[in-house]
């Protein structure tokens, strides 16, 4: 086996990946030293671990993965090296790099890669565990040699092999105890550029440079991660030069149009090559009401889209038209049933379903829980409560946290309905199969299969696609799948989002790779105040 066989899964991305390429790659200036990198999260991460987007940024700056990604998505090395595979896929063997310590002094070995492996990537990450899950072993031969044990090949896995998904965690501080509950998840040790060193909740994090990162020390003295709550005050922020970064559209996508018009800003939508953030709505499917297919397909009636798309989202948006988003090109198709904007539609299916209007013109009363990714997210919500009342459905907007949102949805799975984005990835296996795989539905894991569907025909389906190496065999399966899935309908797939971020003037060295959301900022650094 080659690293080549990789090709088929990263081609679903490539039109988004020929474009990437560092941002000011061709700065009239040279790099300069010092400073503080201010960048505003929403929302504030629960935690370091890979429980939310933004926790993906924070823990980019602390920890590594055994490889990282250039701009065509290729792996090159990080904590490994070198890398070779096994001609049946069955074996792959990491060298590690030997000058890397742990921002506690201790070496980082081969150890803490078994450990990260086995006990955390494929127990409780809901997204690359998918392509972790043959591994049966990792052997460790000596301190600097990793060897993945698989019991069936898993071409998805050199997709997800870098510290946005597979980040490396220190055993010494981990063993023992469960990495989602583990109290050095917010206080991340690292092997990465920069060493976590304050966290006031509901205010900042603040990051200092490691003056002995094993790639030679970061531009950057610290990097400040500010919590603004209020979307003014974060757009006036940025206009002060406050902050210099807003990844994640954090800003409302309304002041898009007129922020790109100041001087000292721009808007940027590189970076999320691989991200491709597919909209949903989800239904809680251990509810009596929801288990009748009709009800779920007139919610997706009612349901205005591109009214959504063009009202709330400003035109960065287009309609889904299932739950492989069109960006994945490879295994894409438009193909599936659709579920247009008609009311009367929505009215009849109820009535079908035995919900008639009552006296009082109700005819279901239904929680919704909205995304808690910022303000957005509670307009998206408003747009659903009224979307939905026309056809006699009251909704009450529950509006969490993140850490309460993570809990009361994967923990106690006490809601009726929600909306929530999944990051699609390189690959429909890391991003939109745990949607849809019995396998996924693990409580206590934030963003698993929050609907609970299980549907043992699409199983097979699944994970049949997860072994598949012909990449028309693969296409044919996922074609059915997406067939399956958006007829079936546990959860109507509503809009791609664009993600953009806001980004000072003053701001060099940040990456546009497919990846780049997720990069740290070792390359960064800032211009002089003009």
Wanted: avoid cysteine.
């Amino acid at each position: 086996m080659t690293l080549d066989r990789r090709t088929f899964i990263l081609s679903a991305s490539s039109a988004l990946l020929a474009s990437s390429v560092p941002l000011n790659a061709l700065a009239k200036t040279a790099p300069r030293e010092g400073g503080t990198f201010v960048i505003n999260l929403e929302p504030e991460p629960s935690s370091f671990l890979f429980n939310s987007n933004t926790a993906g940024i924070l823990a980019g700056q602390v920890v590594e993965g055994l490889v990282e990604y250039d701009e065509n998505y290729k792996p090159v090395p990080a904590l490994a090296e070198s890398w070779e595979a096994s001609p049946d896929g069955l074996t792959i063997t990491f060298r590690l790099r030997r000058d890397v310590k742990w921002h506690d002094g201790r070496p980082f070995t081969s150890a803490d890669v078994q450990y990260t492996v086995l006990e955390v990537i494929k127990k409780v990450n809901p997204r690359a565990g998918t392509a972790y899950k043959a591994v049966q072993a990792v052997d460790t031969p000596d301190a600097h040699t990793a060897v993945f044990r698989l019991s069936e090949p898993s071409p998805a896995i050199w997709a997800v092999l870098s510290s946005t998904e597979a980040a490396i965690l220190p055993r010494h501080l981990y063993e023992g105890k469960s990495p989602l509950t583990n109290e050095w998840n917010n206080k991340l040790i690292g092997t990465g550029p920069f060493v976590f060193k304050e966290w006031q909740r509901g205010d900042y994090i603040l990051l200092e440079r490691n003056p002995d990162y094993w790639r030679g020390r970061p531009y950057l003295n610290r990097v400040r991660i500010k919590t603004i709550t209020d979307p003014g005050a974060r757009a006036a922020a940025l206009e002060a030069g406050e902050v210099h970064y807003s990844p994640f559209s954090s800003v409302a996508p309304s002041e898009v149009s007129r922020l790109k018009q100041l001087p000292g800003l721009r808007i940027e939508t590189g970076g999320y090559g691989i991200f491709v953030p597919q909209f949903f709505f989800d239904f809680n499917l251990d509810r009596p009401q929801f288990q009748d297919k009709r009800v779920r397909a007139a919610f997706a009636h009612a349901i205005d889209r591109q009214a959504l798309a063009d009202k709330v989202w400003f035109g960065l948006a287009k309609l889904a038209t299932g739950p492989i988003p069109s960006a994945q090109a490879a295994n894409y198709t438009s193909e599936t049933t659709q579920y247009p904007f008609d009311l009367k539609k929505a009215e009849q299916l109820l009535d079908e379903a035995g919900l008639p209007r009552k006296a009082d013109g109700v005819r279901l009363r239904i929680t919704h829980h909205t995304m808690p990714y910022g303000d957005v997210f509670k307009r998206v919500g408003e747009f659903l409560k009224e979307s939905l009342k026309q056809v006699g459905v009251e909704v009450q907007l529950v509006n969490l946290d993140l850490a309460q949102f993570h809990r009361t949805i994967f923990g106690e799975r006490d809601f009726d309905t929600f909306s929530t984005y999944y990051a699609a990835g390189a690959d429909p296996q890391f991003g939109v199969l745990r949607r849809y795989w019995t396998k996924t539905i693990a409580k206590g894991v934030p963003w698993s299969n929050g609907t609970g569907y299980s549907n043992p025909d699409l199983d097979k389906i699944i994970e049949a696609s997860f072994t598949e190496n012909d990449p028309a065999k693969r296409r044919e399966l996922l074609v059915r799948f997406q067939k399956i899935a958006q007829d079936d309908l546990p959860s109507i797939n509503l809009l791609e989002l664009q993600h953009f971020s806001v980004v000072s003037s003053r701001v060099q060295g940040l990456s546009t790779f497919p990846d780049g959301y997720a990069k740290s900022f070792r390359d960064v650094w800032l211009e002089p105040r003009s």
